[in-house]
């Protein structure tokens, strides 16, 4: 299946902008109940105001809610990015620490940000369980398990380390693309006959395929996301 999966979604990528690892990190918490396209088009002005931990630290908290209004809880992420950046300078001297134990320690960052951060900031193959791959995954039958950390656990031990990152990417993508929450578009989904979960969704091939969003959309463009 993940191969499968892998041959419709070659380009699967992390969907969030970034050229460091602090762009990332911060980046992803604020992704948070909000989309990727969201927080790419608040974060280029994000980093060239504050380009540094130390500057985002410092940074004038109503002049950042600004900036971050469009993402939503905008009040709430400003403080979190405030104390993000002040406890990278503390603990890590102003670098993203490269360890999933540190990580896991700043303000705001939980298993999912660090294994993001982890698997495409620093190249350590990290699983990311977000509500997609967490409802693939069961979906698919390779776990039961609804907490994400065990879903992370159980699906590491079926695939093996080098595969780890990639295979997010393809199951976020599949997630966001066709086997959506509400209405998957079974019909239309290349892991169709291997699925357990055929037929949660629509399997009409013609119905299914206008259920299919981003580039997989009728009339999608040929991008990346
Ligand atoms: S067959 Fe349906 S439930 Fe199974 S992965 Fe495809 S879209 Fe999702």
Known sequence: MYRMLHERYPYAHCELDFDTPLQLLVATVLSAQTTDVTVNKVTPLLFSRWPTAADLAAAERTEMEEVLRPTGFFRAKT??????????????EGEVP???????????VGRKTANVVLGNAFG????????????LARRMGWTDEEDPVKVEHAVGELFPRKDWTMLSHVLIF???????????????????????????????????????????????????R
């Open 124 to 135: 350590v193959p990290g699983i990311t369980v977000d509500t997609h791959f967490g409802r």
């Open 174 to 224: 599949h997630g966001r693309r066709t086997c959506h929450a509400r209405r998957p578009a079974c019909g239309a989904c290349p892991v169709a006959r291997l699925c357990p979960s055929y037929g949660v969704g629509e399997t009409d091939p013609d119905k299914a395929a206008k259920l299919l969003r981003y580039e997989l959309a009728p009339g999608g463009q040929a991008a990346t």
């Open 79 to 92: 403080a979190s990015v405030l104390a993000l950046g002040a406890a990278i300078v503390e603990r890590h």
């Open 98 to 108: 490269p360890r999933l134990a540190d990580l896991v320690k700043l303000p705001g």
